[in-house]
């Protein structure tokens, strides 16, 4: 097998289902072994399906003085691990090659676990290490499959690529570092006809210290890696045919939506939809990079395309998605009106705990702000309002700071939405209809997407009383 010089550059990623088993496994390979016959390709690989949570499990339980469990989740990862080598790989000095860099990354997973068992302590560095490991372990396995279908591959550790901050849990990625270590670690693998799989969703401190991206980071891996190597196209593997134009298990009707915008997938992507990470599209869309959902059990299907710019059809409602678990905090008060930086004081507030809006929505009077954010942030945000406006408060300048729990925001999503008249109309007419009372409204700046902010018992609901608007574009 020989490549062209001309060859396009694919960054491919698997989520834990498409890697999770070894039936998963095995469909991988063989969309990878297809796949390079058109392209240069780099894997980007999540931990096999639930192997996160059980190393979370065992340091959790490890710093609540449990110095038994985590022995025994590793020895149980060891197992699955172990059995899916043997199953994958025949040749017996490859599957010892393999299952002793498990035992070495299982080994570190127990002295970590009992270290925090000892201290009664479980730092957010600590927790990075350990939740990183999942990936860790797997990374080795697929390559090695790879090599046993014959596609010339090689496990690379993602701390020696993706360079980050020290916000451990939820890092960022320093793009311009990163760059220089794809160039120097990557592409001399890419060079020598190998596959690079890549561990997701970890990186490293310019120190060195492991770092994690956030649950569900690992398509901000693929992002950020094929930022980094000016990809052609960054393809993102799940278990469903592509992008839809609503939550399946909701909404049995749900389609694929074939050609999606930038800005729709980013709006769908913040606002729950599980297809995305929220950060990952943005590098991305920086450098112009074309983006592909596909799925690892039906790979002949064409999925779904991302383009830069989709052509708007007046008044087309592509999908609906919600985010769930928030709260709606409301600060009123009639002697808000015209007062200048309330606004501005109030959101500093919010920015003082580190809490993240995911919506706002303001009264042309003036007299009162409210916006969503998680529900678990919540109390520590009212603190922090009530002590900046402590003062207001007390004059009855502002009436109080109200918290509605269980709030989730419905979002539809479409290109030209806001610029078309009637289209807030239709979604408050079939919500209505439906009997859904709505508590705030945001138009999205993109003109792509319409927020509604309704009660949690009637998400459900709302989501399928939207998607009855839903047209796939022309």
């Known amino acids: 097998f020989v490549y062209e010089d001309s060859m396009a550059l694919h960054v491919l990623k698997f989520g834990g289902t498409s890697v999770g088993s070894v039936a998963a496994i095995r469909a991988t390979t063989e969309i990878v072994r297809v796949a390079r016959a058109e392209a240069e390709l780099v894997l980007v690989v999540s931990a096999m399906s639930g192997v996160t949570d059980t190393l979370l499990r065992g340091a959790y339980t490890a710093a609540s003085g449990d110095g038994t469990t985590f022995g025994q989740l590793a020895t149980e990862l060891e197992a699955r691990h172990t059995a899916s080598v043997i199953e994958l790989v025949p040749d017996e000095r490859e599957r010892e090659t393999v299952t002793a ?5 299982l080994k570190e997973f127990r002295t970590l676990c009992h270290g925090i068992h000892v201290l009664g302590e479980l730092t ?56 220089i270590r794809a160039d120097q670690r990557l ?12 561990t997701g969703f970890l990186g490293a401190t310019p120190a060195g210290v492991t770092t994690t991206l956030g649950r569900g980071g690992s398509d901000y891996s693929a992002a950020i890696i094929g930022a980094a190597l000016e990809a052609d196209e960054v393809v993102f593997y799940k278990e469903v045919d592509g992008v839809m134009t609503g ?13 999606l915008s930038y800005d729709e997938i ?44 989709a052509t708007p059809v007046p008044g087309t409602i592509k999908a ?45 009077s003036e007299q009162s702000i409210c916006f969503a954010l998680p529900t678990a942030i919540t109390p520590a945000v009212v603190a922090a309002l009530r002590d900046e406006l402590g003062s207001e408060l007390e004059r009855r300048d502002i009436d109080g700071v109200g918290v509605d729990d269980n709030t989730v925001i419905l979002t539809v999503v479409g290109a030209g939405l806001r610029g078309t008249p009637g289209v807030a109309g239709r979604i408050f ?6 009997g859904i009372n709505i508590h705030a409204i945001a138009l999205g700046s993109s003109e792509c997407s319409i927020s509604l902010v309704v009660d949690a018992a009637d998400a459900d609901n709302a989501v399928r009383a939207a998607h009855q608007l839903t047209v796939l574009a022309a």
Do not use: C, W
């Open 101 to 105: 860099r498990i035992r070495g990354y």
């Open 124 to 179: 957010p560095r600590a927790l990075d290490m350990i939740s990183s490991l999942g990936e860790r372990l797997n990374a080795p396995q697929v390559a090695a499959a790879l090599r046993a279908a014959g596609v010339p591959a090689s496990a690379v550790d993602a701390a020696e690529v993706i360079v980050t901050n020290d916000r451990f849990g939820d890092a960022t990625p320093d793009l311009a570092l990163t760059k």
């Open 187 to 198: 592409r001399p693998l890419l060079e020598r006809k190998l596959v690079p799989v890549v």
């Open 247 to 259: 939550d399946p298990q909701l909404v049995p009707d749900a389609r694929v939506l074939p050609l």
């Open 266 to 309: 980013s709006e769908l992507a913040y606002f729950g939809a599980k297809v995305l990470h929220p950060k990952a599209i943005q590098p991305l869309v920086d450098r112009g990079i074309a983006v592909r959902f596909k799925n690892t059990f039906n790979p002949s299907y064409p999925g779904s395309v991302i383009v830069p710019k």
């Open 320 to 364: 609906v998605t919600a985010i769930r678990g928030l709260s709606l905090v409301t600060v009123a008060g009639r002697g808000m009106l015209g007062v200048p930086g309330i606004a501005a004081r109030t959101f500093g507030a919010v920015a003082q705990v580190n809490a993240s809006v995911l919506m706002i929505s303001q009264a042309s």
């Open 429 to 434: 007419t079939v919500l209505g209809e439906a």
